[in-house]
């Protein structure tokens, strides 16, 4: 059975990675005596609308061109607005044909996590505050000489769906507001300082998340559903995909792979990215994946087969576990199901990061999503971060929300942006990986 961990820790505090860039969050890192929430402290408020009309040619393009010169440091309000205000009307990826091309960050003004939090949160001071929650110490005898990778796996749930076809009935639309919500995403994102994100149902990635994740830093990659649901819904913002961000002062990206997955050799709607990259203080290379597999009941042997195509994919480009894995994902799959048994089993020798969180290690969590359709209440654990169990090392995870912080109307809620939970690892390798990875 799934226990709620013991050995709480404030992984925030001590992970520590010398010489390298942290992201500073003032505010949301942990006390001693940790509270249910965390509350926002008084925020400014929102600037008038010459800041904002400083967004439209940030976002618009101007940002990418916008030298140290012109943009003084002084006006950084005024800059971060600009990156934040949705001006875009990025109508679908079609106008972004080249998937794998990001500006040159040399051209991006860099952003200063903390004050993009503090505007994140002078958008959100009318919202509840955000949800406690702790990371887990599960690190075991080896130490590792280098600082961990830290991996996030998200389905953040894509703004067209959400509003569109979901039928999360419980939450309210204004909930679900954009403009909004996309501060409890960033919030969420800049609370926990990922090295490496994978995300699910983004579909504001060349208006939102790639213009602001590369001013922090990432490198990102975005590979769009081809026949996306979004894209039924009226005034949607493009197809929703999967999105990979890695931090570029950790790691140089060594090769990349846009899968669309098959199930009996037949092409489907579905995903995946994986990439190879290689850690700058160890030059160790590992590979990255992240996937979302086909939804719905009735849907297990497809989801099987496209697991099956996963792994396959996969064995190829670690060339049959040379080097480490991680695989990241939604998979719409019960741990019951036939894909996750494929995953468990494979020659790739996983494992599921978030059993560790269980008392005997053998458990998954007992839920990583919790909504109310029509249909009734949907509690499941769909969401998994598969690693190469002997090459790597889990040193922490980030707890689960509990029941009572979820609340009587689940999610997505006022509080939480995602009907998702996210899942947060922290990764070393080990130093003698024992036989095969
Ligand atoms: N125009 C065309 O020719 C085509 C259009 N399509 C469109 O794509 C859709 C199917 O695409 P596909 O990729 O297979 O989608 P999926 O069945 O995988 O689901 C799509 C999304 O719906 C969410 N979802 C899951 N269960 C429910 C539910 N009970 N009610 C509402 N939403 C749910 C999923 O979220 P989560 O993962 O979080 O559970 C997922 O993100 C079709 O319905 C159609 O709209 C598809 C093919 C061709
Ligand atoms: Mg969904």
Redesign the pocket.
């Known amino acids: 059975m799934y226990q709620s961990p013991r050995r709480l820790c404030s992984a925030l505090l001590q992970r520590d990675a010398p010489g390298l860039r942290r992201l500073p969050t003032p505010g949301l890192r942990r006390q001693s005596s940790p509270p249910a929430a965390v509350p926002r402290p008084a925020a400014a408020p929102r600037p008038a609308s010459p800041l904002l009309l400083a967004a439209a040619s940030a976002a618009s393009g101007a940002v990418r061109s916008c030298s140290r010169t012109a943009c003084s440091m002084g006006n950084g309000t005024s800059r971060l607005y600009s990156a934040l205000a949705k001006t875009l009307n990025s109508s679908s990826a079609s106008q972004h044909p080249e998937y794998l091309v990001s500006p040159d960050p040399e051209h991006l003004e860099p952003i200063d996590p903390k004050e993009l939090l503090e505007e994140c949160r002078a958008v959100l001071h009318t919202r509840p505050p955000r949800f406690q929650r702790d990371f887990v110490d599960l690190r075991t005898d080896c130490p590792s000489r280098h600082p961990p990778i830290r991996v996030m796996q998200w389905?953040i749930?894509?703004q067209a769906?959400g509003e569109g076809?979901?039928?999360f009935v419980q939450c309210p639309l204004e909930a679900l507001k954009w403009e909004e919500r996309k501060c409890l995403i960033l919030e969420e994102i800049l609370a926990y300082e990922p090295d490496i994100l994978c995300l699910?149902?983004v579909d504001h990635y060349f208006d939102t998340f790639q213009p602001l994740l590369s001013r922090l830093g990432y490198q990102g990659t975005f590979f769009p559903?081809?026949?996306?649901?979004c894209?039924?819904v009226e005034h949607n913002n493009g197809p929703?995909g999967c999105a990979l961000f890695f931090l570029q002062n950790r790691f140089k990206l060594v090769s990349s792979a846009n899968i669309r997955l098959t199930a009996m050799t037949l092409k489907?709607?579905?995903v995946a990215i994986a990439q190879t990259l290689e850690c700058k203080e160890s030059g160790r290379q590992f590979c990255i994946a992240v996937t979302?597999?086909?939804?719905?009941t009735g849907?297990e042997r497809f989801r099987s087969a496209q697991g099956c195509d996963l792994l396959q994919n996969l064995q190829n480009i670690t060339q049959g576990a040379k080097i480490p894995l991680i695989v990241c994902g939604?998979f719409?799959a019960e741990p019951t199901e036939e894909v996750y048994k494929h995953f468990a089993s494979s020659s790739l020798n996983l494992n599921s990061a978030y059993k560790l969180l269980s008392a005997d290690g053998q458990s998954e969590p007992p839920y990583t999503?919790w909504k109310i359709?029509t249909?009734g209440e949907?509690r499941h654990t769909?969401d998994y971060i598969w690693y190469s169990k002997h090459a790597l090392s889990v040193r922490s995870a980030l707890d689960l929300l509990t029941e009572e912080q979820i609340g009587p109307n689940r999610l997505p809620s006022f509080n939480y942006p995602s009907?998702?939970l996210s899942l947060v690892c922290d990764f070393s390798f080990n130093e003698e990986p024992d036989g095969l990875l």
């Open positions: 389905n749930l894509a769906l076809k979901d039928n699910q149902e559903k081809p026949w996306s649901p894209l039924d929703d489907t709607n579905q979302h597999l086909k939804a719905r849907w939604d719409n999503t359709r249909s949907c769909l009907d998702h």
